[in-house]
């Protein structure tokens, strides 16, 4: 297997962590706040993160610093949108949802870049979007608050793979990656000490062992995993690749928190898998950066 290949097998690898971690948040959050369990996520991540890249952090400088708080912002925004989300609708329907940045990635392209990804890029994203209606939308064609919430996170995550992308195309974003998890620690401390609900030493040990499983698989495996791959991958097709999070976290909800596998769930999740396939077709002929082309 050559490194795109590893790269690919480890990001799938990761959305099974962060399928699973759909139920686990809810399951860990359940009447506390939404900002102090992501606090102690991301500040637990910066600390096993400062240990594993200690020789990136000694080399930490003004401008890895700057490009962390860059990649930050969406970061935070993407993840504490999504968790508030989990509190108004089921694991398995948020982590669907999620998946939304599929489309949103070409279109923002599209409209900033003035780039266009390859065709059977915006295929897969169509065949996904549909997949993701039938999930979302209820009768009457409404919506509720957690989708909403997932929704505006799902275009936070948008931007993060896109920025991702353009960073780590002139640079190694290994020395930001710690820097952009304190930020994200920072940013959400903040966001608690306005919470008036925040209980900052809850005494459940599913709060506990939410934070520990969430930091680290779904933040500093999964985000160090992602802004590697960037490298050699377009986010059009990481995001793609994120489509398996959904199955997992349907599967997880379903054995965790005893959800119900709708035939609505089933039929959209099968768009959503051929969605991931669509993308895969003839890989090594179109890789694209941000409007060029890129070969392995």
């Known amino acids: ?6 790269l690919l097998v480890l990001l799938i690898i990761g959305t099974a962590f962060w399928g699973i971690s759909y139920s686990i948040t809810k399951m860990a ?9 992501l606090f ?7 600390m096993v993160l400062t240990v594993i890249f200690w020789k990136y952090v000694r080399n930490t400088n003004l401008e890895s610093i ?15 949108l999504q968790t508030v989300g989990l509190k108004y609708t089921d694991a398995s329907q948020c982590s669907f949802i999620a998946g939304l940045c599929v489309i949103i990635i070409p279109f923002i392209k599209l409209t900033v870049y003035k780039t266009s990804p390859p065709l059977k890029i915006w295929m897969a994203a169509l065949t996904a979007l549909s997949g993701l209606f039938i999930i979302a939308v209820k009768d009457k ?4 608050l957690g989708d909403l919430y997932t929704i505006a996170g799902a275009f936070a995550f948008a931007v993060y793979l896109i920025s991702v992308e353009k960073h ?13 998890f304190a930020f994200c620690a920072l940013f959400t401390f903040i966001l608690a000490l306005t919470d008036q609900n925040a209980d900052w030493f809850p ?3 599913t709060f506990w062992l939410g934070v520990i499983y969430c930091a680290l698989f779904s933040t500093a495996y999964m985000y160090t995993i992602s802004n590697i791959s960037q490298r050699y991958l377009s986010a059009e097709r990481v995001a793609v690749i994120y489509l398996f999070e959904p199955i997992f976290g349907a599967i997880a909800a379903f ?15 099968s768009l959503i898998f051929a969605a991931t396939l669509i993308s895969e077709v003839n890989l090594k002929n179109s890789n694209y950066k941000l409007g060029s082309k890129k070969t392995s």
């Open 40 to 46: 102690y996520r991301f500040l637990m991540a910066v």
């Open 168 to 180: 780590s195309a002139a640079k190694n974003l290994l020395t930001s990656i710690v820097p952009m």
């Open 141 to 144: 064609f409404t919506i509720n």
């Open 66 to 80: 700057k490009t962390g708080a860059v990649l930050a912002v969406p970061m935070f925004l993407g993840i504490h």
């Open 255 to 269: 054995f965790i928190l005893g959800e119900n596998l709708s035939l609505r769930l089933l039929l959209g999740g």
């Open 1 to 6: 297997m050559n490194k795109r290949q590893i």
């Open 203 to 205: 005494e459940r040990n």
């Open 29 to 37: 959050i359940g009447n506390y706040s939404p900002s102090t369990f």
